[in-house]
Each structure stands twice: as structure tokens, then as C-alpha cells.
């Protein structure tokens, strides 16, 4: 009785039959690589060959730049004084003069970055604290609500609004070489992206560090903000807190041996939460600033590796083992059933 | 409650009950939304991912945009919300298809063509032969003068007879004008789900006489679903409609099933979930300490010295949430996605094709294929499953001579052709029976050959045996049947039909030469049934050894009678006979009792011997599978000796001296107790011993088993590799199932039949033969093949994969969702524990979504060993059944790896990203593309075979990755605008990532070859020998091994006196429990008789003759 049902089934289903085709039949020509010891040691030598030269060109281009690091904020405060009571006055003298000796040659451009350590720019509340949109555009000057605590003064906005442009670092260098003044370009210093876009040509600061609590550094209301590169700079949030950040360029060589007199205005507050503040003046290479971690880094890891080849290889002499000896497999050494 | 049913009165009950619209959706257009979305949310995972959502909307604690949760979070909701809508509108479908089927129904007194869905109670509803029954009905009419009707009650039960209905008494004899005008009333209960049990009233309003209340039973309805066979008509009042119909109340939405693989996800993410918690909770104490001493230094954060009462609170959720991405969203999208395809695989596969059929194979469950490579216990089905239930008549023993045994096929054995051809009396009488002892319908098709239809597949064998003879069963005209004899043309009458019943176990007919006006008895039936009414001179010792030869070479025996009958016995008998059939209490064991007073002084003519074939491959599927460490346990309807012979024939147990086989039974508690004590007691001894041991029960034993020593037969079922388990019934396959998944196994059910259902959907998985008992099975398997054999590659090859690959996949979800998160902590312990996030939005979305989701699918492409390795090295799914490949050690393995890797790319990206480099788009564009590029790494790491597709997604993605973000970078409104465009241009980006992959994936590799090479596992022996293609291939060579069934059967050590049970088995059997409990001990039914042991030395002489 089943057959009058079974019988109009299959003939539905002759339609379904499966074509054939690789993908479906799980059957895509497939390269399988298996670790073999001549595969695995001759990676690991690849490895080590091409990373060991690289660290060594990484190494000797850090090594070229000449940088010179200079922490200023202990020594620019009058050790008599309660320092956070000192750098908050507005009537103390903060001028502070430094002498650097140049170790090196330095070719131009020297960069000149201001160096913060245990600053939290990270800090959660930090980061977040600051109005794009206002940033960019002038009829957003409204837009502060990200920005609080420092959004608005008086129900004003500010511009711009938040604790990252309120916090703006202020201190100032002068260098001389020489009896000379030495030039400092602060002109693109800040990202080309942030002047032709993020910051519009059209703001203007507005309300800015007009409170009671003044955080850092003021601005110029006559001036855009995309013109004011060391916010643009400032605002460039660092993901460490310990940062360096472009202050301006040297565009002249220094040479070796020579001093350079600095004139700091020491006006940043760091010492209320034990913060350092160190002046660097730096040249560049291809890899960047002086940073011996990649070149270490690669040389140790091609060191290593190059290791592991003799290891493995030292392994495979004394200890040979067949490939796929199908004498490993237990049910072929024992009966089934076992 | 009593529900009272107007018959045939179209006001009165319309309001109070419903139509008879059926309804099996889940959903209405209006409720579909709440309802949808509330039971995806009574899932942990969606529950903790709206909540994390939710606390996104806060922007105090948020470290991204909301949109980075929400986003994917609708979008998996919306793709699940699709399926069940789309699921839910095709079973709106089939139920309007249902609903708008026409149907015969009386409307004010007319008969009328309307629609099923407008039936209401009280209709009276009119049905063809082969009608589906459209609600549930009591009879009042049908075609059959005596008032019978036959129904398939399969679709509501699974058991694939017939069954008889009748019409109440009170209606017996209403002129068949009249039944369309008849009034009346039914008492009958509320709806409930019992199919067994209907207990009613009727009571039929003047002009239909009496006021007298008939009782109504379940005999007298035709359930809704059920067809009505072998009737020309019907009709029937409807009583129970639309879901409130007996099958509508049973009806539920089966149990989803959840793999075992999915349970350990879930266990693995309730401890990520733990640790997600610990982690939040130190962060959180920690950053509320760090903020009160070291942030309110920080002038320029401002922190207010007063906070706002949940103060504390926020920092740890800000973890929380930034540590959330921690249990992946994607997961769970992945893992459908690649189950799905894990599915299309399966029907795609043409090597699951059945070729005779053009049956592709076919995965309805598209969630569970992990399963399939974790199988601990298949119970499989005899009839159909393993054999292919095409029943072909073999041989035959014919007054003691003994036909085809040299050539094993009787049709071909010439002493019979000759024997036909000189019309041996015993031989033509023998045809005859085998010809017209049956209820089959032959039906001329245009071509002139003729089809049979029968109910019974035997009896179909024996039909078409009988053709193949001369004897051919042309034409069935009403009662008369013409037989084509040698070119000459036999009538005879049927005068009487004296149904097969399982407690009968034999049928007979009476029927009237038309020529000689002789009336004879043909009967046909189980030895055990059949010899002991043979006529007191006849030796039935050459029947009973016949019949116990071919029951040891596997086939099914019949013994076929017959008798002349006197014209006055026969018309005083055929008087008690009706009177019978129209009895009202005990109809069945009355009709059964007179038929007993007829069968008697039976000459018995002969043995037919039936070979249920088994299936091609059935032994080296077994084989393979047993050595694939999977255990086997038959559940079969049939009986023990044919249980046992198709056992040894396909590998299910050994033969002496390897196997044993330890017989369980006995008849009453006690010695089905001792019994089972006794083989409990071999077991234990024997299972230190490389020995096959299986034990035999039957269905009867097995109730006591398992009703009263339920502890005893758990521990037997723990020992046991194998099991026979013979005599029963499809709720005891249910149960056997339920008691091995108890036992925490891996169960794997394989049936055809209507009674397999049950065990299917009990099981862990279902497997459906789409074979010749229907498509019941295969409808309600998870999987549906078309033969047996194609088990072997649907575990081994499609099961494994399935395992390893999702293996491989889940643990790789967690490994990247760990491993940014491993970075966001770290990073916030070097911005102040205030949980700011290092990554943006987008990046976030996409890491999760895009970049690390698509190579990993491609992993379903992933193939560590060949098809063919794994077909001749099965043991090695052992890897896959002990979830070596998932657990919480590789976990830890996947856990550890991630948090390495978190550390290299953090450390390497803040030292070379230092001072004046540390800008924090840059370093978070720097540090997710490190993780990228690892993770690009540790996919083809993972990898074992590379086809064009693996390459192109974990490549492809690599410099998607790059394409996308210098298209986000150049939108100046992007936060991250330009950023890509520089890190592309400086020298040490490209160093930073060249040292993050080598620092990060040289350990891996270094410890991954180590572990190959000095620590090899299985499967890394299995790929070594397979690339180097030596002699291995050669070594665990499966040989084919050829039947068993032509060659000598070794005797079978059996622990217990062999008591022979009988061999004639229908495939149309009620539970063998009903005999019992209808006739008791000592009834004259009771035909067991323990004399005719045979040594099967005596058996062996039989062959040779």
C-alpha cells in the first residue's frame, strides 16, 4: 500500500539529483602541506637570514639619529618653593634658561618635541572630552555635549569646547646658538589632514579658559583653529602616557659640541600630579625617531629563530623520526577489538 | 465536560465550536514581532547581548558607539526573525492547502463540494477510497455491507496495517438515501490527545428509530489524517475539528536538538563568561582605587570629588562592556551559516545518490552535523534498513522435497519446472495457495503486465513466485479471481476472507472452485501456527526441519495448507462466522475462534522460503563502523532466528569461536530476572576478553527488563557492544534509545518504517532509509538516505569533517574575540584602568563581523585526512567521539594562544609606536592590523589543505583589510581620517607587522611541529602517510567481505537451551503484547512448543541432499 505513495517520490525527486561540481562534492584540488622537519627549519633559517639584516639596518638607523633629551621641570622651579603654588601664580617669574651640548652633528631639520611622562592623555574621561563636530564647522558651536566638564561657561559655548583643548600645553622655547637666535618653524607642524579638515578655517575660539580654573595654555581669538597648529598638535591625542609631541622644526644644522642656550617658559603645571616634562630636540632617519626596539627586536627574534633551525636540526640527527610510520598507529600494533 | 454533537444540524453548533481550520503556526501577522523576539531572548547569549547593548545606550560607561553592538545584534536578529517568518509562512501554506482541500460534506441536507477549512461540528463529511480524513469523524455509513471500513492510521500512530472501523450498531442497515438526512446526537468527551480512546454516545432522532443510547469507541471514528483504504466510501460525522482534532492536540513542535558539540560551547562560554566577570571585577575595584589616588591628582581630567551615588558602579561596567566582546556575537551566525552548509554538503553529495532511485541524500536538520562524527551508538531497524525489504521467494519444500537449495533459487531449480510442468498435485495445490491465499490486488496496467498491490510484501513474493510458475493471478472481480494456469483460465470464488491478526499469525480463505463447485481451505501461515492443525495422519517432522533450515540460512518461511471442505461444515460454520463479525464485545477474539473452528485437519502442502536481501554493503558498512568504534544495536519487529541469522549474515556478531551470544528471555518477572542475571554475570566475566559478545532479548523480556530491573539491564546495556533486540514495538525502540541517551551516549537511530519513527525522533539523530515502507521515517529523520551503506560516508566522512571543522571554527572565534580583548585590557592598564578603548567603533564592528569571520568560514572547506584515509582508517573518528578535538584542555590551548598573542602585538606596538608615534589612531590602526595579520596567520597555520577558496579568503581578507580602511580613511568625517594612508607610507609600520607575525607565530609553529613530529597524534601519522602515499594505504585495507548467507553458517553458541520460535513474520504485526493480554496462558492460541529442536548437524545433512 505504501507503493502508490513511494512511487510518485523518486520521479519528484530525480529533478533534485545533485550536479556534480567540485565545490559541492567537497573535492577543490587542495595543496596539503604537512610540517616536515626540512620545511619547518628552513622557514625558521628564512626567517632568521632575512630578519637579522633588517635588525641590523633598523639598529644603525636609530643609532644614527642624534637626539638630545632634556627634562627641564625639576630644575625650572625654585627649589624653595612649593612647586604646584608656584607654577599656579600668575605673577612668578617661570622664565627658565637651559644650556644643551650638541653630541653630534645634527642635520636640519631638528625637530623639537616637548616630552610629557605620566600624563594620562588616554584617560578615559580625557579623551572623550571634546566636540568634533564643533571643531569643524562654526554653526556647531553648540555641539559641546561630549565636552563636559568644560562645555559651556555662563550657558556660553566654548570653543573649542572640552579638557583636551583645555588642558593645551603652554610652555614656550627659545633657542640660541651662539649669541644667535635660533629659528624655530612652527609651521606644519600639525597634521595637513587636521588643518584642511578636522579644524575648520572658520572658527574661531570663543569662551576659551574664560573660567574660574584655567587649565593650560590660552589662544589667540583672532586667529582659526586650523591655523592654531599647536592645538592641532595638542589635540592629537597620545596613546601612552608617556609622549612626545612636535613643538617645531630647526631648519639649520647644529653641529657637534655646540651649545645651545634654551629660554623655557615654564608654564605647564606637571607637578600637581608628578608628572616630567623633558625637552628633545632630534633628527630623523627613515625608521623615524631614536627607537632601538625594532632593530633589537628583529635581531633577537632572527637570533631566535635561527636557534630553533639548529635545534630542530640537532633534534632530527640524533632522534630521527620517520614520517607517518604506521607503526605509531596503536590499532595496527594491536588486534581490533581491543 | 461533555461535548454534545447535533448531527446533521447546521445552526445549532456552528458558535459554540471552531471550524475546522487547521493551524500549525507558530505566528499571526500581529503577534509575530513580540513573539519572536521574546523567544530569542530566552536564550542566555541574546539575553546577555541586549544587555550589553543596552548599557551601550549609556554614553558615561560606553567605550564605543552603540551602534557597534546594535548593529550586528539587529542584524542577527533580523536574520533569525527571517528564517522562523519564512518557515512559519510555508507552514501557513501547507495549512491553507489542507484547509482549501475539497471535501464532500452535507449542508442543509444537501450534499455539497466545500472546503475543509468550512466543516463544522456536526457536518456530516463524506469520503472516497484513498481520501484523506479531513477532521476527526464517527462513522455512520459505509459502502461495506456488514458496515467495515479500513483505514492507514500512519501518519497518526506510524503502524503501517490497516485497521478496521465499523459503524456504530445503532446506524447498521440506514439506507444509503437516507444517511445524508439522518439526525441525532453525539455525546462525546472534550478533545484530548488519546489516539486509543474514545468513549461516546449516540443516540439517533425518529425516523431512525430507537431512543436506545449505542456506544460509540474508538472502532467507530476515522481520526483526521488517517486515509481510508480498500473502501469505496465512507461517511462520518465530524466531531472533533481543526487543532482541537485528536492529531492536533498531539501535535507539538518536536524538541530542537542540540549537539554535543553545541552543549560544550555553551559550557565553554558560561567559563568564559565567569572569567569575563572575574576580570571586570578586578579591573573595576582596580580603576575605582587608581581613580581615588591617582586620577583626582590629574587637574586636567577634572573628576568631580563628589560623584553621583553609583559612582562606583561605573567603572567596572565600562569593563564590562568593553570586555564583552569577549563571548563573540558572531559566533553564533558563523556557526549557522557553516552548519548550513555542512547540510547542503550532504544533499549535494553524489556518492550518497542512490542510483536506483536517483535519492540524493537529504539533511532536514540543518543544525546537528557535528553529531554525526560523535556517534557512540547506532540502533538500527532489520527489516528495509538492513535488508533491502524486497522480499523474493528462494525456495521451497514442497511435501517433503526440497526445491533450489543447489541453486538457491527456487523459480530456476528444474525438478520444480518439471514438476509444475507435470502437474504434480501437491505442487499445483502448493501454487494455488501462493497465488490466492492472500489479499493482493492485481491491476492490469495498459502494457499488459500486471501489478500487484499488496499489503504485505510476503504476500506480494509469493504472488509474483506463483506467476513465475504459470500460476498468474490475472483478475479479481469482486470475489471472483481468475487464475492463468498453463494458458487456461481458473475462477474462483472467495467466500470468505479469515483475516491475518498477529495473535493468528496465519490467514486463510474459503474459496469455490467455479467449475467444480469444490469449496476449499487455503491457509497460509507461521510454522508454529500452521503444523499443529494438520490432519492427525500427516508427519509434520520434514516441514518442522525445512522450516528450521531456512530460518538458519536468514530466510522467512511460510507454511502453506490447505483443505477440501464439506458444502454443510462450511454453511454451518460461515453462519457462526457473520455472526461474529457482527458481534458488539470481543469481535476479534470471537472472529478468531471461530476461525480455529475451520483451520483444522489442515494438509499441509509445503514450505516457501523468502529471502529478504540484505542490502548491497550492509556487512562492510557494519564492519567499518564497529571498527570506527561505534556500537550496534538491532531493533528489529521480527523474530529471534531471523534476527540472529541476518546479525551473523551482516557482521553484527561474529560467529563461534569469536562471538557469543547471550540469550535473554522468559515469561514472567522471575525468569526474565535470572536470566538477566545470569548474562550480566558472562559479561562481566567476559569483557576483559577480546571476545564479541551480544545479547539476545525479546520484546516481551525486555518490558519485564525494564519495568523492574531498569538498574540490572542499564549496567547489560553498558557492557554490551552489541544487542539483538527482537519482538519490539516502536514505543520499545523509543525506549531503548532513551535508556542508552540516559547512559550519556551519543545515540544515532537508523529506520524505514512507520514503527522507526518514534526511536527516530527520540535519538539523538534520526536517520531516515527512504526506502519502500513509505517516507515516514525519512520525513521525520533529521536525515534521510537512500540506503544503508551510505551511512558509513555520512559519519565517517561528513559527520568527522563536520566535528573538526566546527571544532576548529568555535575555538577560533573565541581565540580572536579573546585576543582583542586581551589588548583593550592591556591597554587600559596604561591609560589609567579607566577603560578607555583603544580601538573605534568601526574597527571594533568590523574586527568581529568582517575582518576575522570570513577566512574562518572558508574552514568548511578544510580537510585534514582524505575521504579515502578516513574510509580505510575509521578508528580514527575515535578523535572526534571522545571530543578530543573540543574540550577544555584545547580550549585552554586556544586561550593561552591568544593571550601570547594579545601580549606580542601590545608590546610590540607600544615599544616601536613610542613618544612621538604614540598618537592614538595610529597605534590603534597599528595594533588591529597585528591581530589581523596574526590571525591571517593562524587560519593558514590551522589549515590542512589550501584550495583556491582558502587562499583567497585568508589573503583576499588580508588585503580587504587594507582596502577597506583606506576607504574609511579617506572619508574626512571618519574619525580615523588619512590614518591608513600614513601608516602605509612609514617604513616601521610594515617592520612592526613583519615582527609581530614572526615573534607571534614562530612558537606556535616551533611547538606545532614539535608536537608533529615528536608527539604525533592519529591523525598526524594518518596525514604524514598520506602525503607520502606509501605502504600504509595497503595496511588497514578493509577486504570486502563476500555473503554470508550461501555459505555455511557456524553454529552459534547460545547460552541458553535454543527454544525455536516460529519464522512466519508479517511485516503487518500489531505489538506482540496484545496476544498476551487478549488470551491468556493456556489459550488455544498458545501455540509454543518446545519439542522441534534441531542440531544443526541434521541441517547441514538437509543442504546436502
Not at chain 1, 600639525?190 to 578655517?201: L, Q
Not at chain 1, 647644529?254 to 608628578?274: D, H, M, P, R, S
Not at chain 2, 504476500?459 to 490475472?474: D, N, R, S, T
Not at chain 2, 525468569?671 to 576483559?688: D, P
Request: hydrophobic share 40%; proline share 5%.
Amino acid at each position: 500500500m505504501s507503493s502508490g505513495e513511494g512511487s510518485s517520490q523518486p520521479s519528484s525527486k530525480k529533478s533534485r539529483q545533485p550536479k556534480y561540481s567540485r565545490f559541492t562534492q567537497q573535492e577543490l584540488p587542495a595543496c596539503k602541506p604537512i610540517l616536515t622537519p626540512g620545511l619547518v627549519v628552513t622557514t625558521f633559517i628564512l626567517v632568521g637570514v632575512i630578519f637579522i639584516p633588517i635588525g641590523l639596518l633598523s639598529l644603525s638607523a636609530s643609532e644614527r639619529v642624534v637626539e638630545i633629551v632634556d627634562r627641564y621641570d625639576e630644575d625650572c622651579i625654585p627649589s624653595d618653593q612649593e612647586k604646584t603654588a608656584f607654577i599656579q601664580s600668575d605673577k612668578t617669574n617661570k622664565t627658565c634658561v637651559r644650556s644643551l651640548t650638541v653630541p653630534k652633528k645634527m642635520q636640519h631639520p631638528v625637530y623639537i618635541y616637548y616630552q610629557l611622562d605620566n600624563f594620562y592623555q588616554n584617560h578615559r574621561r580625557y579623551v572623550k572630552s571634546r566636540s568634533d563636530k564643533q571643531l569643524r564647522n562654526p554653526e556647531n558651536e553648540d555641539l559641546t555635549s561630549p565636552c563636559e566638564p568644560e562645555a559651556r561657561i555662563d550657558n556660553k559655548p566654548i570653543v573649542p569646547c572640552g579638557l583636551v583643548a583645555w588642558s593645551l600645553f603652554n610652555d614656550t622655547y627659545g633657542f640660541s646658538v651662539r649669541g644667535m637666535n635660533l629659528s624655530v618653524n612652527k609651521k606644519d607642524i600639525a597634521w595637513d589632514s587636521d588643518k584642511n579638515y578636522k579644524f575648520g578655517s572658520k572658527v574661531y575660539p570663543k569662551n576659551f579658559q574664560q573660567g574660574s580654573l584655567i587649565g593650560g595654555g590660552k589662544l589667540d581669538e583672532k586667529i582659526p583653529l586650523s591655523e592654531q597648529e599647536d592645538l592641532l598638535v595638542w589635540m592629537r591625542t597620545a596613546a601612552l602616557p608617556s609622549f612626545r609631541k612636535l613643538y617645531g622644526r630647526i631648519e639649520q644644522d647644529l653641529e657637534a659640541n655646540e651649545k645651545i642656550t634654551v629660554v623655557i617658559q615654564n608654564n605647564y603645571n606637571a607637578y600637581a600630579f608628578g608628572g616630567k616634562k623633558k625637552l628633545v630636540l632630534s633628527t630623523t632617519t627613515w625608521i623615524g625617531g631614536k627607537n632601538n626596539f625594532l632593530g633589537l627586536g628583529y635581531i633577537t627574534i632572527g637570533g631566535l629563530c635561527l636557534f630553533n633551525a639548529t635545534t630542530f636540526i640537532v633534534m632530527y640527527l640524533i632522534k630521527p623520526r620517520p614520517c607517518g610510520d604506521p607503526s605509531y598507529l596503536s590499532w595496527n600494533r594491536n588486534p581490533p577489538g581491543n | 465536560m461533555k461535548r454534545c454533537v447535533y448531527i446533521n444540524d447546521d445552526d445549532l453548533s456552528h458558535d459554540i465550536y471552531c471550524d475546522n481550520r487547521i493551524s500549525n503556526r507558530k505566528y499571526t501577522v500581529w503577534n509575530f514581532l513580540p513573539k519572536n523576539l521574546w523567544e530569542q531572548f530566552s536564550r542566555f547569549m541574546n539575553q546577555y547581548f541586549l544587555l550589553i547593548a543596552c548599557l551601550q545606550l549609556w554614553s558615561l560607561i560606553t567605550p564605543v558607539n552603540p551602534a557597534s553592538t546594535w548593529g550586528p545584534l539587529i542584524l542577527i536578529f533580523a536574520v533569525s526573525a527571517t528564517k522562523e517568518a519564512w518557515d512559519d509562512y510555508n507552514r501557513y501554506l501547507s495549512d491553507k492547502k489542507a484547509n482549501e482541500k475539497e471535501v464532500w460534506a452535507v449542508r442543509h441536507g444537501v450534499k455539497k463540494h466545500i472546503q475543509a477549512q468550512d466543516i463544522h461540528v456536526g457536518n456530516m463529511v463524506w469520503l472516497r477510497e484513498n481520501d484523506e480524513v479531513p477532521c476527526d469523524l464517527v462513522l455512520i455509513g459505509t459502502s461495506d455491507p456488514q458496515g467495515l471500513c479500513y483505514v492507514e492510521t500512519a501518519a497518526l500512530d506510524g503502524e503501517t496495517d490497516l485497521k478496521t472501523r465499523v459503524i456504530p450498531s445503532a446506524c447498521m442497515g440506514i439506507d444509503f438515501d437516507l444517511l445524508h438526512k439522518v439526525k441525532g446526537l453525539i455525546e462525546c468527551p472534550e478533545p484530548d490527545k488519546d489516539i486509543r480512546r474514545f468513549d461516546a454516545n449516540l443516540r439517533l432522532f425518529p425516523p431512525f428509530l430507537d431512543n436506545d443510547v449505542c456506544p460509540i469507541t474508538i472502532k467507530n471514528t476515522l481520526l483526521q489524517s488517517c486515509y481510508l483504504r480498500n473502501t469505496e466510501w465512507a461517511c462520518g460525522v465530524a466531531v472533533y475539528t481543526g487543532n482541537e482534532t485528536k492529531l492536533g492536540m498531539t501535535r507539538g513542535v518536536p524538541e530542537p536538538k542540540l549537539t554535543a558539540v553545541d552543549a560544550m560551547i555553551d559550557k565553554l562560554t558560561g567559563a568564559i563568561f565567569v572569567f569575563q566577570l572575574v576580570v571586570v571585577m578586578v579591573l573595576g575595584v582596580a580603576g575605582n582605587i587608581w581613580k581615588d589616588t591617582e586620577a583626582r591628582k590629574l587637574w586636567y581630567v577634572e573628576y568631580p570629588t563628589k560623584g553621583p551615588w553609583y559612582e562606583l558602579l561605573v567603572i567596572p561596567l565600562r569593563f564590562e562592556l568593553l570586555c564583552s566582546i569577549m563571548i563573540p556575537i558572531s559566533i553564533k551566525v558563523s556557526l549557522d551559516l557553516v552548519k548550513g552548509l555542512y547540510a547542503k554538503f550532504i544533499d549535494w553529495d553524489n556518492k550518497m545518490v542512490d542510483q536506483e532511485t536517483s535519492t540524493p541524500a537529504h539533511a532536514a536538520n540543518t543544525a546537528i552535523s557535528e553529531d554525526l562524527g560523535q556517534v557512540e551508538y547506532i540502533l538500527t531497524d532489520k527489516t528495509g534498513t538492513l535488508t533491502e525489504n524486497q522480499m523474493i521467494f528462494k525456495r521451497c519444500c514442497i511435501s517433503g522435497t526440497f526445491y533450489g537449495n543447489e541453486i538457491g533459487d527456487a523459480l530456476k531449480d528444474e525438478d520444480l519446472v518439471n514438476a509444475v510442468a507435470t502437474r504434480s498435485p501437491d505442487v499445483i495445490h502448493f501454487l494455488t495457495v501462493m497465488a490466492i491465499c492472500n489479499t493482493v490486488v492485481p491491476i492490469q496496467r495498459q502494457n499488459g503486465t500486471i501489478l500487484y498491490k499488496a499489503q504485505s510484501q510476503d504476500e506480494e513474493a509469493l504472488v509474483h513466485a506463483a506467476a513465475g510458475l504459470h500460476m498468474v493471478f490475472v483478475k479479481k472481480n469482486g470475489n471472483v479471481l481468475d487464475i492463468n494456469f498453463n494458458a487456461s483460465v481458473i475462477q474462483y470464488e472467495v467466500l470468505d476472507t479469515l483475516e491475518f491478526t498477529s495473535d493468528r499469525k496465519r490467514m486463510s480463505v474459503v474459496v469455490k472452485d467455479c467449475q467444480s463447485g469444490k469449496l476449499f481451505l487455503l491457509s497460509k501461515g507461521a510454522d508454529e501456527a500452521i503444523l499443529p492443525c494438520a490432519s492427525t495422519g500427516q508427519q509434520t517432522r520434514t516441514f518442522s526441519e525445512a522450516v528450521e533450515q531456512y530460518s538458519q540460512l536468514g530466510l522467512r518461511t511460510l507454511c502453506l495448507a490447505w483443505r477440501e471442505l464439506e458444502e454443510d461444515e462450511y454453511q454451518e460454520w460461515s453462519l457462526m462466522f457473520k455472526e461474529a463479525n457482527s458481534a458488539l464485545v470481543d469481535r476479534d477474539w470471537r472472529i478468531a475462534e471461530v476461525c480455529q473452528r475451520l483451520e483444522h485437519h489442515l494438509q499441509i502442502l509445503g514450505v516457501a522460503a523468502i529471502e529478504d536481501r540484505l542490502q548491497d554493503g550492509v556487512p562492510e558498512t557494519i564492519e567499518t563502523l564497529r571498527k570506527a568504534g561505534i556500537n550496534f544495536w538491532m531493533l528489529t519487529g521480527d523474530k529471534q532466528n531471523t534476527a540472529i541469522q541476518i546479525a551473523l549474515s551482516c557482521n553484527f556478531v561474529s560467529p563461534e569461536p569469536k562471538g557469543q551470544l547471550l540469550l535473554i528471555n522468559g515469561k514472567t518477572g522471575d525468569e526474565v530476572r535470572q536470566s538477566l542475571e545470569r548474562v550480566l554475570l558472562t559479561m562481566r566475566i567476559t569483557s576483559s576478553e577480546p571476545k564479541d559478545v551480544a545479547f539476545v532479548i525479546d520484546g516481551w523480556a525486555l518490558e519485564i527488563a525494564l519495568k523492574h530491573h531498569h538498574k540490572a539491564f542499564m549496567e547489560l546495556a553498558l557492557l554490551s557492544k552489541t544487542a539483538i533486540c527482537c519482538r519490539v514495538t516502536p514505543s520499545q525502540k523509543a525506549q531503548l534509545v532513551e535508556l542508552l541517551k540516559s547512559c550519556e551516549y551519543r545515540t544515532l537511530a537508523i529506520g524505514d518504517g512507520g514503527n522507526d519513527v518514534r526511536m527516530i525522533q527520540q535519538a539523538h539523530i534520526g536517520v531516515g532509509i527512504s526506502g519502500r515502507e513509505g517516507l515516514q521515517a525519512a520525513r521525520a529523520a533529521d536525515y534521510s538516505i537512500g540506503k544503508f551503506r551510505f551511512l558509513k560516508r555520512l559519519i565517517l566522512v561528513h559527520g568527522r569533517y563536520s566535528y573538526n571543522r566546527t571544532a576548529f571554527l568555535s575555538q577560533y572565534s573565541f581565540y580572536k574575540s579573546l585576543l582583542i580583548c586581551f589588548i583593550q585590557i592591556f591597554f587600559s592598564l596604561i591609560s589609567g584602568v579607566s577603560g578607555t578603548s583603544l580601538f573605534n567603533s568601526v574597527s571594533l564592528m568590523a574586527y568581529n563581523v568582517f575582518y576575522t569571520s570570513v577566512p574562518v568560514l572558508v574552514n568548511v572547506l578544510d580537510k585534514d585526512l582524505s575521504e579515502r584515509t578516513v574510509m580505510q582508517h575509521p578508528q580514527i573518528l575515535f578523535y572526534c567521539q571522545a571530543g578530543r578535538l573540543l574540550n577544555p584542555s584545547t580550549f585552554a590551548g586556544w586561550f593561552g594562544r591568544s593571550l601570547f598573542h594579545a601580549i606580542v602585538v601590545f608590546v610590540i606596538c607600544i615599544h616601536s609606536y613610542a613618544f612621538e608615534k604614540s598618537e592614538m589612531e595610529e597605534l590603534s590602526m597599528v595594533v588591529l592590523s597585528g591581530c589581523i595579520w596574526l590571525q591571517a596567520f593562524v587560519v593558514a597555520l590551522e589549515t590542512n589543505s589550501f584550495t583556491i577558496l582558502q587562499h583567497l579568503a585568508i589573503w583576499g581578507n588580508l588585503v580587504a583589510f587594507y582596502v577597506i580602511n583606506w576607504i574609511v580613511s579617506a572619508l574626512p568625517s571618519s574619525g580615523m581620517y588619512t590614518i591608513m594612508f600614513r601608516l602605509c607610507r612609514q617604513p616601521s609600520y610594515w617592520i612592526t607587522m613583519f615582527l609581530i607575525v614572526v615573534a607571534g607565530m614562530g612558537p606556535v609553529l616551533a611547538l606545532k611541529y614539535f608536537r608533529y613530529t615528536y608527539r604525533p597524534s592519529k591523525i598526524n601519522i594518518l596525514r604524514q602517510a598520506e602525503r607520502l602515499g606509501g605502504p600504509i594505504l595497503s595496511l588497514g585495507n578493509i577486504e570486502p567481505q563476500s555473503r554470508a548467507f550461501e555459505k555455511e553458517v557456524s553454529p552459534l553458541s547460545i547460552s541458553q537451551p535454543k527454544s525455536r520460535s516460529p519464522v512466519y513474520e508479517p511485516l503487518l504485526s500489531d505489538s506482540p503484547n496484545a496476544i498476551r493480554r487478549s488470551f491468556g496462558p493456556g489459550a488455544p492460541f498458545d501455540f509454543f512448543q518446545s519439542q522441534s529442536r534441531l542440531s544443526s548437524s541434521y541441517a547441514r545433512n538437509c543442504k546436502d541432499n
